[in-house]
């Protein structure tokens, strides 16, 4: 535990360092979350964002695109969660209305 804490301490302060004289962009917090985020996980927020960026800008205007994509996201997120409520509540009252326990 110390040793990783060391670890990521000292690759921040050397990345901060390079950031400040090179001009370059650097985030310890990307490096802190891409090391412990699985990639089960990572590998579609990549696709995403590749797909966002490079595909989705050639089938909308790109002001349209930066205007309206999080809206499209809390759209997705919302039916997403309708759905998976109303299964829960159906799951819920199949299994309440059967007779045997299991």
Do not use: C, Y
């Not at 090179?22 to 490096?31: L, T, Y």
């Not at 595909?55 to 039916?79: C, K, L, M, T, Y």
């Not at 309708?82 to 819920?92: D, E």
């Amino acid at each position: 535990m110390e040793v990783s804490f060391g670890l990521m301490l000292g690759i921040g302060i050397i990345g901060e360092l390079l950031a400040k004289f090179f001009h370059v962009s650097f985030s310890i917090i990307g490096i802190v979350s891409g090391t412990t985020i699985l990639p089960t996980t990572t590998i579609p927020m990549l696709i995403g964002a590749l797909l966002g960026r490079f595909v989705f800008v050639r089938f909308f205007e790109v002001n349209w695109w930066q205007s309206h994509r999080a809206d499209i996201v809390a759209g997705i997120s919302i039916g997403e969660g309708i759905t998976v409520g109303i299964l829960a509540a159906a799951t819920m009252v199949s299994k309440a209305s059967w007779i045997l326990p299991f």
